[in-house]
């Protein structure tokens, strides 16, 4: 929050042990927790860390966390509204980086699910993004699909 991206990741680096040594524990969680599992944790890590997705480092770290744990995520959680939010991050991390062409793909891939869902928070989070990107690539093809998929 305050811009330190270091301490950041030291906080983070922390938070991942405490939460790997509760994983160890799963069985004692109580039910409404389900969903706080290694992936979940490596998504969050992804947020915080694309708050530094300007500096490579940071980059390439909050991609990682990102794709690591949507890739953990059942199935069914990857196509929830949910779960599509995190696709969103994952875009907006491949534009703030400047690879347009990734950040649209994947904006799609969420756009797909806002779609299927008819989610209006999913809708929320990709119209800027949408919109940045059409700023910086007007007249893509894919970026036209990305906005059609808003419309």
């Known amino acids: ?3 330190d991206a270091g301490m950041a990741e030291r906080k983070l680096d ?3 042990t405490s939460a790997s040594a509760a994983d160890e524990h799963r069985d004692e969680s109580p039910p409404w927790l389900y969903y706080h599992s290694p992936a979940f944790f490596q998504l969050q890590r992804g947020i915080v860390l694309a708050h530094f997705a300007d500096i490579p480092r940071f980059h ?3 991609l990682a966390a990102l794709e690591t744990g949507y890739a953990g995520l059942l ?3 990857r196509t929830s509204e949910w779960g599509a939010g995190y696709l969103v991050h994952m875009a907006a991390v491949h534009e703030r980086a400047g690879n347009a062409d990734q950040a649209t793909a994947v904006a799609l891939a969420a756009a797909l699910v806002a779609g299927q869902t008819g989610s209006p928070r999913l809708r929320a989070m990709l119209v800027p993004l949408a919109a940045r990107l059409t700023a910086r ?3 893509d093809s ?3 699909e990305l906005a059609s998929a808003l419309a």
């Open 1 to 3: 929050m305050t811009g």
């Open 60 to 62: 390439d770290l909050a």
């Open 14 to 16: 922390d938070a991942m």
């Open 142 to 144: 894919g970026v036209a």
């Open 75 to 77: 199935p069914d959680e």
């Open 137 to 139: 690539l007007p007249g």
